[in-house]
């Protein structure tokens, strides 16, 4: 026998509603063994990480300089040069570059790059 598409969904509604109350009856007895533990081990809410964080203070909008677009940051500033091979250079921070990889593979130290 097939089912008509109202009768489906009329038994998909009557097992969510069975569903939601062994759910609830469910939570009931979780809730109750949390306080039994919490009650047993003397923990605070700050304990189980739930303490409210104090709000925090709105950042100040600062007003956009003129010439500059307001939300366009600086460009970062370039790091100290540590490694040299000639023309090459590398500030030792980031992946290695390859030069500096090819030096160390034909058998240089890294102290030989030292800028």
Do not use: C, F
């Amino acid at each position: 026998m097939t089912k008509s598409l109202a009768q489906l969904n009329k038994q998909i509604a009557a097992l969510q509603a069975q569903a939601e109350a062994i759910k609830k009856k469910e939570a009931a007895g979780v809730i109750a063994r949390i306080r039994e533990a919490i009650a047993h081990y003397g923990l605070s809410a700050a304990d189980l990480g739930l303490a409210g964080k104090a709000p925090k203070a709105a950042k100040a909008v600062k007003a956009a300089k003129p010439g500059r677009k307001p939300g366009r940051k600086k460009a970062a500033k370039a790091g100290v040069v540590k490694y040299r091979d000639g023309a090459n250079t590398w500030t030792g921070h980031g992946r290695r570059p390859q030069w500096y990889v090819a030096a160390i593979a034909a058998g240089k130290k890294p102290e030989d790059l030292l800028a």
